[in-house]
């Protein structure tokens, strides 16, 4: 292959190297650059799809992330949410249960027995009320509590039986009793029972769910809702 002459393009004169990047000419002394190399078509084509195929995979990226950056903020808002709702519940349960020691107090002190029998419901009504709630406070803490410290694994659903008593005449839809088997990593799988609300997921048998265990007590198991719920 011979090599192809470079001349000046001012004077036509042919150039010697290339100096500091740039060509001299000995003639008129006229300055030019190296002369670009010419690309065909399809490789215009090829290298202008693969600078689109690099932008539009840098624009998913950022796509996603933003995505999970929101994913990750709705969740920490339920969290957060939980946790302050089971400090409610739970103090709401505790004055509920005063109100069924009070009631039960003027059921003793009551001189006519109609008026300490009506004593006796409305404290067995706050007893169940204020147990109910107590109960949900500390399982809403519990969980809070082991999403931050437990340990992560999955639970697959053995048998499952819905309740819609929460006590006495209060009734939640939505509610399981559960047989759960709990994986975790590096240790032998184990069943545990669990009795939970499910928000928005549906509980069947062979399902799996997304689980957090107490490292110091494996019985103590919560699952992940909102993760199981696609939060």
């Known amino acids: 292959m011979q090599p192809v002459p470079i001349t000046c393009p001012n004077c036509g004169g042919g150039l010697g190297p290339l100096r500091e990047g740039q060509y001299l000419c000995a003639y008129c002394g006229h300055r ?33 992330a933003a995505a999970e950056a929101a994913s990750q903020r709705e969740r920490d808002e339920l969290v957060a949410k939980q946790g302050s709702d089971g400090i409610v519940m739970r103090g709401t349960g505790v004055l509920f249960l005063a109100f069924a020691l009070a009631c039960f107090g003027g059921a003793l002190l009551a001189s006519q027995p109609s008026d300490a029998w009506v004593s006796l419901g409305m404290g067995f009504f706050w007893l169940v009320l204020g147990g109910g709630l107590f109960r949900a406070g500390v399982r809403a803490r519990r969980a809070v509590r082991l999403r931050a410290q437990g340990l992560r694994g999955r ?75 696609g939060m």
């Open 155 to 229: 639970a697959i659903i053995a048998s499952y039986r819905e309740t819609k008593y929460l006590g006495g005449f209060i009734t939640v839809d939505g509610r399981y009793h559960m047989v759960l088997r709990v994986e975790l990593a590096g240790r032998p799988s184990y069943t545990v029972k669990v009795t939970d609300y499910a928000p928005g997921v549906t509980v069947t048998t062979e399902a799996e769910l997304p689980v957090f265990v107490d490292a110091a007590n494996p019985n103590a198991v919560t699952v992940d809702w909102i993760t199981a719920a």
């Open 32 to 64: 030019s650059s190296p002369p670009q190399p010419v690309l065909d078509q399809a490789r215009q084509d090829e290298l202008v799809a693969q600078a689109v195929a690099r932008h539009e995979a840098a624009r998913s990226a950022r796509a996603r």
